[in-house]
């Protein structure tokens, strides 16, 4: 009982094989919530990735958990107010998908840029149909939410020439070739933006109706971190209007779909997205396994 760990999502195997001469460990990849609510009071360690939810039912059932451990860079999957409460600790990998995120972001801003994935479309149907973009050279990219990753993302589009600008409600560095501004600025100017931002379950949305209607027309949105900085509902409007020429995302609200506005977007020609694909490389789960295994030693 003293040393048992769950794991409920799918992981590379080096996490598995760093932490077993130290633990008992049930891997369980497809476990579904009714099976983890009724077994979780086995087990001291917990770790998910991004598909199980580890809320306060799921905690207040794990009456021997010590550690929830997120295989991944963000924690918004669990209820991590109620677990410290419960004097859990929380451990999870930052840092560990860096690479794979900024390379999914740059191939999205370009997906949106050049029509790629109608041609594709339009091939396999044996139409060879020529289709316009544009070149990103000469554009503004925004860049919402300077950290990590946004920091590495302006510095590997530097290549295309572009114009970068910057917003993070936080003190951060920006090099001399990123203009920071705020999130208005933001807005009004960018020709593309790059959502890339750490937000809790319960944060409220950065951009409502109110920012929407600031942004430049024909404007790229790019969203690689959290679907919950943008309020679907709201931007609906903008993408059937034309004023967002083409949002390409790797995060959705509800996944699957389920609410009637995730349901119409997703039927509409200008909106791509991807099923959470961007630390879904062998090299970042690997980073991610051996980070999470770390942590789950050094917190024991």
Request: charged share 30%.
């Amino acid at each position: 009982m003293d040393r048992k760990i769950l794991i409920c999502d799918p992981v590379d195997n080096v996490l598995i094989d760093k932490l077993k001469d130290k633990f008992d460990i049930d891997y369980k990849p497809e476990i579904l919530k009714d099976e983890l609510l009724n077994i979780i009071n086995k087990y001291n360690v917990v770790v998910v990735r991004s598909r199980t939810k580890i809320n306060k039912e799921i905690i207040d059932r794990g009456k021997n958990l010590k550690i929830i451990a997120r295989a991944g860079i963000g924690v918004d999957n669990i209820d991590t107010d109620y677990a410290e409460e419960k004097k859990i600790k929380i451990v999870y990998a930052p840092g560990s998908s860096t690479e794979s995120v900024v390379e999914i972001t740059i191939a999205m801003m370009v997906m949106g840029a050049r029509n790629l994935v109608k041609g594709v479309e339009n091939t396999k149907d044996n139409k060879f149909k020529k289709l316009m973009g544009f070149e990103l050279s000469g554009k503004t990219l925004g860049i919402l939410g300077f950290g990590r990753i946004g920091k590495s993302i302006a510095e590997a589009a530097r290549i295309f020439n572009m114009n970068f600008i910057a917003y993070d409600p936080m003190p951060v560095e920006y090099p001399d070739y990123v203009k920071k501004v705020s999130l208005e600025e933001l807005l009004k100017n960018s020709d593309l933006i790059s959502i890339n931002v750490t937000m809790r379950k319960d944060s409220p949305y950065i951009l409502n109706d109110r920012e929407l209607s600031m942004l430049k027309n024909n404007v790229i949105i790019v969203n690689t971190s959290r679907a919950r900085a943008i309020n679907g509902s709201d931007m609906l409007k903008y993408l059937k209007n034309g004023k967002i020429s083409a949002f390409v995302s790797d995060v959705f609200w509800d996944e699957p779909a389920k609410e009637d506005y995730e349901l119409e977007m997703l039927k509409l020609d200008n909106v791509l997205i991807t099923p959470h694909l961007g630390a879904q490389t062998y090299e970042a789960q690997k980073r991610i396994a051996i980070m999470t295994a770390d942590n789950i030693i050094n917190e024991w």
